[in-house]
């Protein structure tokens, strides 16, 4: 859905689905006809849909059932566009302690491309995923990320301040 009326919002998505890989492609795709006419600079909407890429995967390869979430808002901010990614999904214990390990490691990192490196040379010998998306979303993507765990629920914001097309 876009909707300017309030001044500030040039896309708000919202979606509850019941998570398949089917449809990462058809939502990544969504995302991309729906912001490419407000971002300015190609790099920066490849970014935008290598997250939205990214998010979708994590949600349908770690939802433990029932219906996930995805939000995006992108919205006018005092330089450029405020861009905001938001899933939520209910997820088993021990991917929650998974997540919640991985993503305080990516906090706690100096360097975050150095960190996604050592990662990437760790996920060598796993058997089961790789477990570098939403490192490679705060390496490659620009993006912040922060997380929230509520019971059962994985909240997981991503969020970054692009340019606006037709802005200085």
Known sequence: MTDSSDGRACVLLTLSFEPLAE???????????????????????SRLLLAT???????????????AEFHLALER???GLLLRLRTKNRALPERLRDTRQR???LAAAPDPLAHYDEMIRESAGRH????????RILAESEMTLR????REELTIIA????????QP
């Open 77 to 79: 901010a005092e330089r």
């Open 103 to 105: 993503l305080d490691a």
């Open 23 to 45: 449809q990462i492609a058809s939502l990544r795709s969504a995302v991309s006809d729906l912001c490419a006419p407000h971002i300015a600079a190609a790099d920066e909407l």
């Open 53 to 67: 890429h990214e998010l979708l995967e994590n949600i349908v390869k770690y939802s433990a059932g029932g219906a």
């Open 128 to 135: 089961e995923g790789s477990g570098l998306g939403l490192a």
């Open 159 to 166: 969020e970054a301040l692009i340019s606006e097309r037709g």
């Open 147 to 150: 997380y929230q765990i509520e």
